[in-house]
């Protein structure tokens, strides 16, 4: 700025300073004329626009900004969710593709029979079809077979952890690695190497690429020595090093890669502000993050506020400019105002005395101090007299002190109110109750200002009966208020045009806004022209009187709901037809529903995959379970034969030969015997595996069946007679290991493939009886010998046990040993037993897989009603014995139809799920927590000392579902209703008696209002 030479003149910025205090400062001789007065209504309200603009554009930019990074939070952590979950599952997949791939029994029977490779390469390009861009099998010998394209030497390879150990590596794209282990003949371990591309990742990638400029989707893995080891991204096109943290605060992946999940803002490795959302990818050791540009991301909030600042700036003066001019009129009209005030002061003395209020002045009365200690009576009006009361007139009341009069004022601290018009000069309104001998209201209306310096008016009322009407009117409402608002759906009433007059606060959340938001605007209003249009013809159908139940669709900006709509019609005195609305949200029903048709179908594909006939048998020999080699095999619809018996499907010759061995298990015993089965591809020899299924009280209950197709077994044992070399061979072939026990040395002979079972090198050995034992499991051993002692003294003809041996690496592995005595002295004493060893680890985890199929269930991994009956029976029992109490809560999921119907199953699945969890939490690990069916749980409390102690577990059962349940991103409020019956003495007859007195104690616990528990005794 250009500054004279020399000293500015001082008395020209006084001059310049007074003029401008003089514009604001009234002057004395004007103050009562129209020039003043429009002087100061006109700086006044300037400087009042002025504020009221600023803050207003201030406030609304910072406004714009919080909501914009809430959108931002809530858009990228939702985005992450959905792409981690992605990539999670695409891993998995892979894994099992690769262990489906190394289990297959054609690669494991190539490597046998084909060990120069020649069928294993075509198996290997076949593998090419399924999603392999690569398949190799190698032996330490080198490469048996190759297929595919090889990926090469990567840029980046990071290990990634699963049921599968493999890598996730990067060179023009995503491959995963895996590498596992398989055993070939003679014991060589060869390995299955594959590579499957994970174009996933890109297309994710590419998504989050086309949100912006600067948005970015990041992978990277832990490299060690406080580095980060990342893929390509978007502003580095190819992998990289970075470090852990900038500045000294963690990178947003350095988070990820340590196990925490969230939404940040803080520098990225590039030192530039962003903000990210960033979350570990399951349990595989890599992190995911997302990340925008604070820059980008705020770019449209500034830009928005600059192009405001000019209109807000034009506003103002806009304002100023027609405040100018009308501010000379309206003076003008003040002053004219004023000079009638003084002609309709005598109107207002007999307006007052005319009108239905009473009215009163009084006067303060201060001090010596100048403080005020009471009001006087100036003026009454004969109303005010007698709301005062009835024995006295205007003229008694004027000139009495207001508390001496009335002391009611000052004890309820009205004195003090009236008080602070006149300090104040803010005007009271006001309605209380007053109870007073002599004054006859019970409610009083009175407004309060103050006239001049020291009095007030007062204009009073009694609105007794207003405010009981009021108030009977305000409970109905509150109560109809609390009924609709609890209940999980949308209630809503609509006058004959289509506007809202009522809608609960379930309906407002389904909307998305607030309930004062939605009354009194038309559905169109609310819901949108798109939705309307699915709306209108229901409408105009209950419009003509019919009642209407659909479904339809309800588009929201989070997604689309699934909503099921009951309309009533409701005729008003006028004729006219309002209508009566009932919703329900069941996008969570319509998600289970999709949900549990693929779990079950997975479930299905698991046991029907497997090459063998498995079967459940109940005690009378019926079908309770079958797998589709039934199909495959006999030609056998698998669902058709459940309830079917064994009688039905195989005859009566047939059956007449299995029923011992049914029998024989049913007893108790393992039963393992071949058969020759007639298939639809003929005979085939089978190998028959029944093994009893118990309860907890050792009862069994059913049996599980497995049949092995023996054929090309027993053709082994029959050309192994003609040499002991083809005997060797066979067995090998089959996975079989000979043994031969000389009892007299106590030493044991056996074949190369049990020290390949073993985990060793394939070669013969002998073992003395005394280290043999040592590999047999301490609670299989004293088993095994006792049925070697059977079979040694002639108590059986063979010896056969399943048993668990320890490998060379510490693991258990399965083996069924069969033999016989084929050998003894002159005196009938067993010297030498020959048999055999087979591996059933895979059989007994088939078995293990059965076992808990039929006693848990799928969904909660809970016990099932068969296993709650018979842990219950169990527990009656235990308590019998040592006369200790026992206690069965009964509990379901309070208005859960409502949650499926209005949210779908997927809701209803993951509050099940939840719920059993919660349950496991408030309970003792002694006690048992089974789902019975539905949302039907029970809890088997045993070991009670009290009724108390019961009573304490049922409240906290009830207190654990306080939290809300969380369902994608949706909090739920779920309560539940719990039945408890409490018996002291124990019997085994009572099962039944304290299931039904539960059930009762459940019902009356949902007629006292649900989300609560109501006990039962018995004795």
């Not at 004023?338 to 009108?355: D, H, L, P, T, V």
């Not at 209630?491 to 309906?507: P, S, T, V």
């Not at 949900?595 to 009378?620: F, G």
């Not at 009356?1004 to 039962?1016: D, E, F, I, M």
Request: aromatic fraction near 6%.
């Amino acid at each position: 700025m250009f500054m004279p030479r020399g000293r500015f003149p001082l008395s020209r910025v006084r001059g310049a300073f007074a003029r401008f205090v003089a514009r604001w400062r009234p002057d004395p001789a004007h103050v009562d004329t129209p020039q003043g007065h429009r002087r100061r209504i006109f700086n006044t309200a300037a400087l009042a626009l002025t504020v009221v603009a600023a803050i207003t554009g201030v406030a609304g930019f910072a406004l714009q900004l919080n909501s914009v990074t809430q959108n931002a939070h809530e858009h990228l952590s939702r985005a992450l969710s959905d792409r981690r979950l992605v990539l999670q599952e695409a891993l998995s997949n892979a894994a099992d593709k690769a262990l489906l791939v190394g289990s297959n029994p054609l690669v494991i029977n190539a490597l046998l029979k084909d060990s120069s490779g020649a069928g294993l390469r075509l198996i290997a390009e076949s593998l090419l079809h399924q999603g392999f861009s690569h398949v190799a099998l190698e032996s330490p010998t080198g490469t048996l077979s190759l297929a595919g394209r090889f990926m090469g030497r990567p840029s980046l390879e990071v290990p990634i952890q699963g049921r599968l150990a493999g890598s996730l590596a990067w060179r023009d794209g995503y491959v995963v690695r895996h590498r596992q282990a398989i055993q070939g003949a003679q014991g060589v371990a060869v390995y299955l190497l594959t590579e499957q591309p994970l174009t996933v990742l890109a297309l994710l990638s590419t998504e989050v690429k086309n949100w912006g400029t600067t948005f970015d989707m990041g992978l990277c893995a832990d490299g060690g020595h406080d580095r980060i080891n990342c893929f390509p991204q978007r502003v580095m096109r190819e992998v990289f090093s970075m470090p852990k943290s900038v500045k000294g605060q963690p990178l947003s992946m350095a988070l990820a890669l340590a196990g925490q999940t969230g939404v940040t803002a803080r520098l990225d490795f590039r030192q530039h502000q962003v903000v990210a959302a960033y979350a570990p990818v399951g349990s595989s050791g890599l992190g995911m993050v997302l990340k925008v540009d604070s820059d980008e991301l705020y770019a449209p909030a500034r830009q928005q506020f600059l192009v405001a600042l000019p209109v807000i700036a034009l506003t103002v003066l806009a304002g100023l400019w027609a405040l100018r001019l009308r501010l000379r009129p309206m003076v003008q009209a003040l002053i004219q105002t004023r000079q009638k005030a003084q002609a309709n002061e005598a109107r207002f003395i007999a307006a007052m005395e005319s009108g239905l209020d009473a009215f009163f002045i009084l006067r303060a009365e201060r001090n010596s101090q100048g403080v005020i200690v009471d009001f006087r009576f100036t003026y009454v009006t004969v109303r005010g007299a007698a709301l005062i009361s009835r024995s006295l007139s205007p003229a008694q009341v004027e000139g009495q002190l207001l508390c001496e009069l009335l002391p009611v004022n000052r004890t309820h601290g009205l004195f003090d109110k009236f008080k602070g018009v006149v300090e104040t000069g803010v005007p009271l309104a006001e309605e209380f109750p007053i109870e007073q001998a002599g004054v006859l209201a019970i409610w009083i209306s009175h407004q309060v200002v103050r006239m001049g310096d020291d009095s007030i008016a007062i204009t009073s009322r009694d609105v007794s009966e207003r405010k009981q009407a009021q108030e009977a009117i305000r409970q109905s409402e509150e109560l109809l208020r609390l009924v609709t608002d609890n209940v999980p759906a949308l209630i809503a009433y609509l006058d004959e045009g289509e506007r809202f007059l009522f809608i609960n606060r379930g309906g407002a959340e389904l909307y998305g806004r607030p309930v004062q938001d939605i009354v009194g605007k038309t559905v169109l209003e609310v819901v949108g022209p798109q939705n309307y249009a699915a709306m209108q013809a229901p409408i105009a159908t209950v419009r003509t009187g019919q009642a209407v139940t659909y479904e339809r669709e309800l588009m929201r900006a989070d997604g689309v709901r699934h909503l099921l709509s009951s309309y009533f019609p409701r005729l008003d005195e006028h004729g006219d037809v309002h209508v009566c609305v009932l919703t329900h949200d069941i996008t969570a029903r319509k998600q289970m529903e999709e949900a549990l048709a693929t779990s079950q179908a997975r479930l299905k594909e698991v046991t029907d995959n497997v090459p063998a006939l498995i079967s459940y048998i109940d005690t009378e020999h019926r079908f309770r379970f079958a797998n589709r080699a039934y199909q495959d095999w006999l030609g056998v619809d698998p669902q058709g034969l459940i309830g079917r018996s064994l009688l039905e499907l195989y005859g009566d010759e047939a059956y007449a030969g299995i029923r011992p061995y049914l029998e024989r298990a049913l007893a108790g015993e393992v039963v393992l015997y071949e058969r020759d089965l007639l298939c639809l591809s003929g005979v085939r020899q089978v190998q028959v595996t029944m093994s009893p299924h118990r309860n907890h009280d050792d009862k069994i209950v059913g049996l599980y069946v497995l049949m092995n197709d023996i054929g090309a077994l027993k053709q082994a044992e029959k050309l192994s007679a003609r040499s002991e070399e083809r005997l060797t061979l066979a067995l090998e072939g089959s996975h079989l290991a000979l043994f031969d026990w000389d009892l007299t040395r106590q030493q044991v002979f056996h074949s190369a493939h049990w020290a390949s079972m073993l985990g060793g090198p394939a070669q013969q050995s002998t073992i003395s009886l005394a280290l043999l034992s040592q590999l047999v499991h301490p609670d299989d051993l004293p088993m095994v010998m006792a049925k070697v002692s059977d079979a040694v003294k002639g108590v059986v003809p063979f010896y056969s046990a399943e048993h668990r041996v320890r490998t060379s690496t510490g693991q258990w592995l399965w083996i069924l040993s069969r033999g016989r005595v084929v050998e003894r002295d002159a005196n009938g004493r067993a010297i030498r037993l020959s048999g055999t060893n087979a591996d059933i680890t895979e059989q007994k985890a088939l078995e293990v897989q059965l076992q808990r199929l039929a006693e848990l269930d799928t969904l909660t991994g809970l016990p099932n009603r068969a296993l709650f009956n018979d842990r219950l029976q169990s527990a009656l029992a235990r308590g019998g014995r040592h006369a200790s109490p026992v206690a069965l809560l009964l509990l379901d999921i309070d208005y859960f139809k409502q949650i499926n119907d209005s949210l779908g199953h997927d809701a209803g699945d993951a509050v099940l799920q939840e719920f059993g969890r919660r349950l496991l939490t408030a309970v003792r690990l002694t006690d048992t927590v089974a789902r019975l069916g539905g949302d039907e749980f029970s809890i088997i409390l045993q070991e009670l000392h009290s009724v108390s102690e019961v009573e304490m577990i049922a409240a906290k059962v009830v207190a654990a579902m306080a939290e809300d349940f969380v369902h994608a991103g949706q909090s739920l409020r779920v309560t539940t209703s719990v039945g408890v019956a409490y018996l002291g003495h124990p019997t085994d007859e009572a099962p039944a008696s304290l299931i039904k007195l539960a059930d009762q104690a459940l019902y009356a616990a949902k007629s006292a209002g649900r989300n609560n528990y109501q006990l039962a005794e018995m004795a």
